[in-house]
């Protein structure tokens, strides 16, 4: 079990590093994380309101199709 080497000293650097120093702290990544999935349950949020509400838009859409088709007189 003699020493480490250096791609073990080097491995355990890097970790202490991501965790403790430079730009990429854990709490600032963590922050970021819990922000992308706060947007991304807001816009499945969005999707669904949006599908929700299309069947109307569509059935609007189709009624105003048909008075114009029996306003000219023409039955299809």
Sequence with gaps: MGSLSIWHWII???VVFILFGGKFKISDVMGDVAKGIKAFKKGMAEDDVAEATK???QNAERRAIEADKTADGKNV
Aim: charge should be negative; glycine fraction near 34%; proline fraction near 17%.
């Design 12 to 14: 355990v650097g890097g």
């Design 55 to 57: 069947p109307v838009e």
